[in-house]
């Protein structure tokens, strides 16, 4: 007796693939999935105004696109070296540059950043001791706000069994419509999560940022419409219901002719009824307050922890922890960042730095550079270094006979290496006689610098003349 195979009978697979075929073949574009922008279209220029997010944002963006960079060549050689130095002179001559490397990491939430590459030709000694050449330079890097690309497929349906291949526009403000880019080698595009479910736009954090964002104003606004009622109180008018209303006034018509005066009285700051009317005053508690605050400081947390990957170093509101905890979750958030950095630095040397080498090929073959491999952007990481720690480690190495390099021991400890030129303490007694020297230094304008005076000329200058 055969065994039947067993099958799965949720349909995900084919609604996935269907639709895909359908999105492809069949539409003249591919809307972008993001579902914080079909919701609000103003969602990013909202969230910036809400100060909490606005604060971890720029945190984040400072940390990936705010930190120096270099450019490092492909291989160890000399000519690598010289080609790498070339290139870093020609891009720190970008405008701006640190401010588009900050808009260009907006992809991080919004899933896709553009921008222009500026640039002009110009006969110009790049560096010293090179000769007078026609290099072609990256001037300003003009940022294009995502809404203003759409990608549409060039052709509808299959054609010879080939797949379909898609295209990017972008909007003409002054014919106002939609054309191919021109020259696609000047465009930077920062994708963040490319993944094939996202049709080639991304996938940013703003939209888990978008429902925490949504709840927070819905709380703000109960909250703020509750500040009457908790800090005036509730005023509580008693009308008996059984009391015989008169021909043309029922009891209804009574209890709204109190509240009528109630409120107007209210808005007086004064209270006046007479000795039958019962009237309670009762004063608003702290339990929708605590609430109030207690659901703003969740999301904040949570907030703070999709942006910037853990709460504790970066300012949570009232959250405490230990200091381990702290440091753990500091080598979390950097980890994150350096993804990031890696990524933007990816793009940069796929985008600015290829066209810089491809516009001056000419030029690195005239300089002998010409089969040198192109070199690559590095943003460097900024990692705060505990000298102790560093101490004991380089001093174990040492022990252990371990070899290190000089200049990494100096800028893990934070000394800069001495010159030749430089006062050299080596030992103990010198750190000793430096600060004793440091102190005799710090003494009054007259004599200073002067040997002290021998003890018997102090004895004899102590005397009164006769």
Not at 31 to 37: F, N, R, S, V
Not at 42 to 56: G, S
Not at 150 to 168: C, R
Not at 347 to 363: D, G, P
Request: glycine share 8%; net charge negative; hydrophobic share 40%.
């Amino acid at each position: 007796m055969s065994v039947p195979i067993l099958r799965g009978i949720a349909p995900h697979g084919d609604l996935y693939n269907r639709a895909l075929s359908a999105i492809y073949k069949y539409h003249i574009r591919i809307i972008d999935p993001d579902y914080a922008l079909q919701n609000e279209p103003e969602v990013w220029e909202k969230m910036w105004r809400d100060p909490k997010i606005a604060q971890a944002m720029r945190q984040r963006l400072h940390a990936v696109g705010g930190g120096p960079w270099v450019i490092e060549g492909d291989g160890k050689d000399e000519m690598d070296h010289a080609a790498a130095e070339l290139c870093e002179v020609a891009m720190r001559k970008i405008r701006r540059f640190n401010e588009s490397r900050f808009e260009l990491c907006q992809a991080i939430f919004r899933g896709r950043s553009y921008a222009y590459v500026e640039g002009e030709r110009k006969k110009t000694k790049l560096m010293p001791g090179l000769p007078v050449m026609d290099w072609w330079l990256p001037k300003y890097l003009q940022d294009i706000d995502k809404r203003r690309f759409q990608i549409v497929p060039t052709k509808l349906g299959w054609v010879d069994g080939k797949p379909i291949k898609v295209t990017e526009q972008l909007w003409n403000v002054s014919k106002a419509e939609w054309e191919d880019v021109v020259d696609k080698r000047a465009i930077v595009r920062f994708v963040y999560a490319n993944e094939e479910a996202r049709l080639g736009y991304g996938r940013g954090l703003m939209e888990s940022l978008y429902f925490m964002w949504w709840a927070k104003q819905t709380i703000w606004e109960e909250g703020l419409q509750g500040l009457e009622r908790w800090s005036q109180g509730i005023i509580v008018g008693k009308v008996n219901t059984m009391r015989e209303g008169a021909t043309d006034t029922n009891n209804l018509g009574v209890a709204q002719e109190l509240l009528d005066v109630l409120h107007e009285m209210r808005s007086r700051h004064v209270i006046v009824t007479g000795t039958d009317d019962e009237i309670d005053v009762v004063t608003g508690g702290m339990e929708g307050h605590q609430m109030v605050m207690a659901f703003l400081n969740y999301i904040d947390s949570c907030i703070l922890g999709l942006i910037m990957g853990s709460v504790l170093p970066f300012g949570g509101q009232e959250m405490e922890g230990s200091f381990a905890r702290s440091e753990t979750e500091t080598e979390t958030s950097e980890r994150l960042m350096q993804f990031d950095r890696n990524m933007l630095d990816e793009t940069l040397s796929e985008t600015v730095l290829r066209l810089f080498w491809n516009q001056n090929k000419a030029n690195f073959k005239k300089l002998g550079l010409g089969e040198v491999n192109m070199p690559h952007f590095k943003t460097t990481q900024q990692e705060r270094e505990n000298a102790q720690i560093a101490a004991t480690i380089i001093s174990t190495c040492l022990t252990a006979g371990i070899k290190l390099k000089a200049d990494e021991v100096y800028q893990k400890l934070g000394f800069t290496k001495p010159g030749e030129e430089d006062e050299i303490i080596e030992t103990p007694q010198d750190i000793q006689m430096a600060m004793q020297q440091a102190q005799m230094g710090m003494g009054g304008e007259e004599g200073e610098g002067e040997a002290p005076p021998e003890e018997g000329q102090q004895e004899e200058e102590a005397q009164p003349a006769s």
